[in-house]
């Protein structure tokens, strides 16, 4: 049984799903039957990365899954090291070649890197390439609310993603309003807080017996309802569907609320103002 995951539709007009698949660490042929079975299972969003070194596989995954290549939105994101006007077009439509699947669904600035000072020219880059037929949506990761201000402002563009650290201990409320005002879809990556105890919760048990489900459903049912697409990873196609198999009931909004006030900050100590990857 597929599952059916419901789709949101962008600020661009482009579809985009409730829960994606998370792609880093997934290499190799084992990489690629991972991949191919989230597809194949209902996953419809695919993440990547030019730094995660697996656009082959993501790519050669979703030639072999059985689902119209057009019903997969496929995300990458331009690297550090090509910001820039030039870097990012080339960077593009290196990825595109890589990927092997025709065109690149999301292209997102992978980190703002705000030393070098080169977002705005990048994403200008990235515009060109969505002129061009390559890229069909833009958008942009780990970016704060004044970030996203000045590229709006000396573009005229509005991302249509913002993929950021997201879980119940840290839950982004003040950016997730800046997103909602202006029609930024928020995307969480970590979303099930990684390297954290936060699955071990007793508050997550609580809920999980209340809702006859699991722990990891709670927390990926509370994504959906605060309004952002999780991302979780997994290479097993029973924990895949387990993941986004988080439809068939809904948390109130109290229990909603207990679990945003886990509140307790960042896992990975990535703060896009000071923190930068190449």
């Known amino acids: 049984m597929t599952l059916n995951i419901p789709q949101i539709t962008l600020n661009d007009g482009n579809p985009f799903a409730e829960v994606g698949l998370g792609t880093y660490g997934l290499t190799g042929d084992e990489g690629i039957a991972a991949i191919q079975a989230g597809v194949d299972g209902g996953y419809r969003v695919v993440d990547t990365a030019v730094n995660y070194g697996n656009e082959r ?54 980190w703002p890197n705000p030393s070098v000072d080169k977002y705005v020219e990048t994403f200008r880059g990235m515009l060109a390439l969505r002129e061009e037929g390559i890229v069909r949506s833009v958008g942009v990761s780990n970016f704060t609310e004044a970030m996203l201000e000045r590229l709006i402002g000396e573009t005229g563009v509005t991302p249509a993603v913002n993929q950021v650290e997201l879980h119940p201990y840290f839950p982004q409320g003040a950016l997730r309003a800046f997103h909602a005002e202006h029609g930024i879809r928020t995307e969480s990556w970590s979303p099930l807080g990684r390297r954290s105890d936060l699955l071990a919760e007793p508050l997550l048990a609580e809920l999980a017996e209340s809702y006859g489900v699991t722990p990891t459903q709670i927390v990926v049912r509370w994504h959906t309802q605060i309004g952002s697409t999780p991302i979780p990873k997994s290479a097993h196609p029973d924990r895949q569907r387990e993941n986004a198999d988080v439809f068939g009931f809904a948390l109130s909004d109290d229990d909603v609320a207990r679990l945003t006030a886990l509140e307790r900050g960042r896992i990975w100590g990535a703060d896009p103002e000071t923190h930068e990857e190449m």
């Open 57 to 110: 596989e993501v790519g050669e995954a979703v030639r072999r899954s059985s689902v119209d290549r057009d019903e997969i939105i496929v995300t990458t994101k331009v690297p550090g090291r090509h910001h820039g006007y030039d870097e990012a077009i080339a960077s593009g439509r290196e990825s595109n070649e890589t990927l092997g699947l025709g065109r690149i669904d999301l292209l997102l600035i992978h």
